[in-house]
């Protein structure tokens, strides 16, 4: 129930049916017929990108605007064009990012997802994450709860404390003595990193991993996760700040967890080593 005390539904709104409907169709006809036979590129940041990447990215967003007509903002648009959609889109935008985890789509590695969310005056109001390679489906609508292949989404039971704690850690963007207390002196029991942050996210919420640690996100990384992660009750904050959502729009760190005893021990910790 909400804090109000409203019931959430049962079942996914016609809209979030709809995208999930759209993003699968875009998945099963641009990007898995291309799975590791797809030449790539290096853009300007270093990252990859892909045919399937620019394909996704245009099937996408004629889908999305045919669902609501408002701008789309994808990860493959220049920056400049990127911010200026941002700033066109108070009123509602789509930002896309189509394949998540490009190195490991071109590598055969079966962990990347299309993520797709959906915000108003800046925030997310509706969220999807698919995997078309172990065919789930995370969604969330802000109040509606979240889900998983249109059923609820059934979380597992967290860890007691921190030290028992399976950890998901982004080393790259991470200050250097953090990462020699992360490598020297884990406060963890295990760690995984494989290199998708939508399903990170995901995986965060569903409890898969008790806790979140990466050194800085982009705005497509993180549109639909936080609202997964946040319908299932869990948190997240900057490394800097609190307020997740006062964090720099284009390269926010993030610390979260499902759990409010291990978020406020993670967090604590991991400040404690700045």
Same mark, same amino acid.
């Given at each position: 129930?909400?804090?109000?005390?409203?019931?959430?539904?049962?079942?996914?709104?016609?809209?979030?049916?709809?995208?999930?409907?759209?993003?699968?169709?875009?998945?099963?006809?641009?990007?898995?017929?291309?799975?590791?036979? #797809? *030449?790539?590129? @290096?853009?300007?940041?270093?990252? !990859?990108?892909?045919?399937? $990447?620019?394909?996704?990215?245009? =099937?996408? /967003?004629?889908?999305?605007?045919?669902?609501?007509?408002?701008?789309?903002?994808?990860?493959?648009?220049?920056?400049?064009?990127?911010?200026?959609?941002?700033?066109?889109?108070?009123?509602?935008?789509?930002?896309?990012?189509?394949?998540?985890?490009?190195?490991?789509?071109?590598?055969?590695?079966?962990?990347?997802?299309?993520? #797709? *969310?959906?915000? @108003?005056?800046?925030?997310?109001? !509706?969220?999807?994450?698919? $995997?078309?390679?172990?065919?789930? =489906?995370? /969604?969330?609508?802000?109040?509606?709860?979240?889900?998983?292949?249109?059923?609820?989404?059934?979380?597992?039971?967290?860890?007691?404390?921190?030290?028992?704690?399976?950890?998901?850690?982004?080393?790259?963007?991470?200050?250097?003595?953090?990462?020699?207390?992360?490598?020297?002196?884990?406060?963890?029991?295990?760690?995984?990193?494989?290199?998708?942050?939508?399903?990170?996210?995901?995986?965060?919420?569903?409890?898969?991993?008790?806790?979140?640690?990466?050194?800085?996100?982009?705005?497509?990384?993180?549109?639909?996760?936080?609202?997964?992660?946040?319908?299932?009750?869990?948190?997240?904050?900057?490394?800097?700040?609190?307020?997740?959502?006062?964090?720099?729009?284009?390269?926010?760190?993030?610390?979260?967890?499902?759990?409010?005893?291990?978020?406020?021990?993670?967090?604590?910790?991991?400040?404690?080593?700045?």
């Amino acid at each position: 129930m909400e804090n109000g005390g409203t019931p959430r539904p049962k079942t996914m709104g016609a809209m979030l049916k709809a995208v999930v409907a759209a993003v699968k169709l875009v998945a099963a006809e641009e990007i898995m017929p291309r799975y590791m036979k #797809v *030449a790539h590129q @290096r853009k300007s940041d270093g990252s !990859l990108c892909t045919e399937a $990447d620019m394909a996704t990215q245009l =099937a996408l /967003a004629k889908k999305l605007q045919a669902i609501l007509n408002v701008p789309v903002l994808g990860e493959e648009m220049p920056a400049e064009e990127q911010h200026a959609i941002w700033q066109a889109g108070n009123d509602g935008l789509w930002c896309i990012d189509p394949i998540d985890g490009t190195s490991n789509f071109v590598r055969g590695l079966p962990y990347f997802a299309v993520s #797709v *969310a959906l915000l @108003r005056e800046g925030k997310s109001v !509706l969220g999807v994450v698919y $995997d078309p390679v172990a065919d789930e =489906a995370f /969604a969330a609508e802000k109040g509606k709860g979240t889900f998983l292949n249109r059923e609820r989404l059934m979380v597992r039971e967290a860890a007691e404390s921190l030290d028992q704690a399976l950890a998901n850690v982004d080393m790259k963007r991470l200050s250097t003595k953090l990462v020699a207390q992360l490598a020297t002196h884990p406060p963890y029991s295990s760690q995984r990193n494989f290199g998708a942050s939508a399903l990170d996210w995901c995986y965060t919420a569903a409890g898969r991993y008790d806790v979140y640690l990466h050194g800085g996100q982009k705005l497509w990384d993180y549109a639909a996760g936080t609202l997964i992660l946040w319908e299932t009750g869990g948190l997240a904050c900057c490394i800097e700040n609190d307020d997740f959502s006062q964090g720099d729009i284009w390269q926010r760190s993030v610390i979260a967890a499902r759990d409010k005893k291990l978020f406020d021990e993670w967090k604590n910790w991991i400040r404690a080593q700045q």
